[in-house]
Structure formats: structure tokens, C-alpha cells
């Protein structure tokens, strides 16, 4: 049974820093591009950056470039998202997903079929 478990989140002030992590057991996905997306009250689920298998390509939606860094770990089958100069519109449920497809990376949430259960962050102004 595949899990993804995030952990990390909390309650921030703006301009403050978290790093949140995705731990995946169940099935190994090397192969497979891994995705962070988050939610707010009252909007859709929103792409905030992905990685490739190797990890040496990554995709950012705008609103997060240069301030946040995805990363991961193959050996240890976890993921991370390095969230810096936080703003309190950086404030939602933070979701891991793993992309069905290997060898495709995408920003778009069609194609990532397993999910965590998510991690809230809250950035306070």
C-alpha cells in the first residue's frame, strides 16, 4: 500500500522560513516525478513546484520561484520543499503527490495519482 506522509508545517511569521518533507513507503518511485501542491480556504488545489526522478530538473509555479526549493532523496524515498521569505498568501494545506507516469515531469495536477494527506502552513502578517 503506497503512503505518502507529509510533515513540516506550522505556524510561521512573514519573512519566516519552514521545510516541509514527504516520506513515501509502499512502493518506490525513482522513476517517477514528485510534486508539491497546496490548497487554500476556499480555492482550488494549485501547483506549487515539481522535480524530476533524477532531481536534476525542477518546475516552480510563479508565485514561489526564488523563494522556494524542491529537492528529494531517492535512497531515502523522501521529498522536500524548502519554503523561504514566506508570505501569509503562502498560507494552505500543503500536499506531496507522486506523478502515475515515469519519466514525465509536469506542473499540471492531471497525471499525479498518489497524494499525502497534507500539512498546514500558516503564515501570520
Known amino acids: 500500500q503506497v503512503q505518502l506522509v507529509e510533515s513540516g508545517g506550522g505556524l510561521v511569521q512573514a519573512g519566516g522560513s519552514l521545510r516541509l518533507s514527504c516520506a513515501v513507503s509502499?512502493?518506490?518511485?525513482?522513476?517517477?516525478?514528485w510534486a508539491w501542491f497546496r490548497q487554500a480556504p476556499g480555492k482550488e488545489r494549485e501547483s506549487v513546484a515539481a522535480i524530476s526522478e533524477s532531481g536534476d530538473m525542477t518546475v516552480y509555479a510563479d508565485s514561489v520561484k526564488g523563494r522556494f526549493t524542491i529537492s528529494r532523496n531517492n535512497a531515502e524515498n523522501t521529498m522536500y520543499l524548502q519554503m523561504n521569505s514566506l508570505k501569509p498568501e503562502d498560507t494552505a494545506v500543503y500536499y506531496c503527490s507522486v506523478h502515475a507516469t515515469a519519466y514525465y515531469l509536469s506542473l499540471a495536477r492531471a497525471g499525479y495519482a498518489y497524494w499525502g494527506q497534507g500539512t498546514q502552513v500558516t503564515v501570520s502578517s
Open positions: 509502499g512502493r518506490t518511485f525513482s522513476s517517477h516525478a
